[in-house]
C-alpha cells in the first residue's frame, strides 16, 4: 500500500478538528490536507485511491459536528476560494466565502443574495446542504456547478435542475461521489441603498434571535413539514396552528413547547435565545451535543409523533 505522506508531502497529522468547525468540538484527525487549488484537491484524491484512506471534506466547518474520537482517515479542507463578478453572474471556487460573496454583490448593487449575509460557511457547503434563510435559499440564485464525479474525477457541469435542490437537500447531500469544485449565481440589478438595507435587517434579526455569542453549528433540526402533524394535538397546543399557512413548524418551537429551552448536557445547552440551536459553553463534548439531539428527538416524538431530522452532518 502507498504511504500517504510520501504522496502528499503537504499532509498533517493529528490536527484537532476542533480548531476548524464554528461547534469548537472534535477530537483529531489522523490526517489533515489543505487544498489550496483544484489540484492539489484532485492530487489528494488520488492519494486517497492509491491508500484506501477514509476521508471527509471539510469546508468552512459550520454545520458539522466532529466525534469526539476524531477522524480516523484524511480530511481534505477546500481552501481554494476565488471569485469574481461578470455582468449579473458571480463565478464563485467552491471555497469562498458566503459572506464574502454576499459584500460582492452589493458592491456591484446586485440583488439576490440579501438573505445569506450573517451564514457562515463556504458557496461549496451553501450548495451541498442548499442553505438558506428569509423564505430563499442558494436555489434562487444558483445557475450552474462544476462537480468533480469520483471515482473518476471527471468533471462535470450540473445545471440548476441536476442538483435536485429540496429544502436544505441536493443531489450532492445523497452522493458522496460529487464533489463541488465552484459554481455560478445569476443575480439581478438592484438598488444600493435597498439591498444594504436589508443586509442590515437580517443581521440584527441573526443577532435579535440567534445565540452568536456561543460556538455552535446553526440549526440543529430541520423544520418539519405542518402536514405531520396530527390535527389532534390542536386542542392542547393551539399555537401549532399559527404555522399552518408557512408549511412548517420551526423545530425550535417544537423544542421549547416540550419544555427543553436552556436544557443542559455536559457543557452543552439548548440555547435559551434560540431552541433550534445548541451552544458549546465551554468544553463541550460532540457526546454532550448528542445526548441533546437524543433527548430532543425523543421528546419530540413522544409529545407531537414528530421524527425530528437533522440539517447538521455528524462525522463518526
Ligand atoms: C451561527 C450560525 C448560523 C447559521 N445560519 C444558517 C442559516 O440561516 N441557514 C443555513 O442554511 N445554514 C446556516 N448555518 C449553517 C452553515 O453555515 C451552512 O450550512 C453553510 O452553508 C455550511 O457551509 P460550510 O462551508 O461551513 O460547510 P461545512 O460545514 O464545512 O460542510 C458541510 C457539509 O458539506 C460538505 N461539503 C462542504 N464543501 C463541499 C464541497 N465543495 N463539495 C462537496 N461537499 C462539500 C461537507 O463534507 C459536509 O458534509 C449557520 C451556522 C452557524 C454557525
Known sequence: MADIKELLPAIRENVSLADYTSFKIG???????????????????????????????????????????????????????????QDLDIYADAGAKLLDIVNLSVEKELTGLEWAAGIYGTIG?????????????????????????????????FSRDECKFGYRES?????????????????KKGNKKKIKEEIENNIAYRKDNHPLDKPSAGSIFKNPEFKMIDKGLFKDYPDLKKFSSSGTVPAGFLIDTAGLRGKRIGNAKISEKHCNFIVN?????????LGLIDLAKETIRALFGIELEQEIIIVK
Open 27 to 85: 477530537g483529531w484527525t489522523k490526517y489533515f490536507f489543505e487544498a489550496n487549488t483544484k489540484n492539489e484537491l484532485i492530487k489528494a484524491l488520488k492519494a486517497i485511491e492509491q491508500t484506501n484512506l477514509s476521508f471527509f471534506i471539510l469546508a468552512g466547518g459550520s454545520n458539522v459536528l466532529f466525534s469526539d474520537n476524531g477522524f480516523d482517515g484524511l480530511v481534505i479542507k477546500i481552501q481554494f476560494s476565488d471569485f469574481e463578478c
Open 125 to 157: 457547503g451553501a450548495v451541498r446542504g442548499n442553505a438558506g434563510a428569509f423564505n430563499s435559499s442558494i436555489t434562487n440564485v444558483l445557475k450552474q456547478v462544476k462537480v468533480l464525479v469520483l471515482p473518476d474525477l471527471k468533471i462535470k457541469n
Open 171 to 187: 443531489i450532492f447531500k445523497k452522493n458522496n461521489n460529487l464533489i463541488i469544485l465552484s459554481a455560478i449565481l445569476e443575480l
Open 281 to 289: 459553553l465551554g468544553k463541550a463534548t460532540a457526546e454532550d451535543v
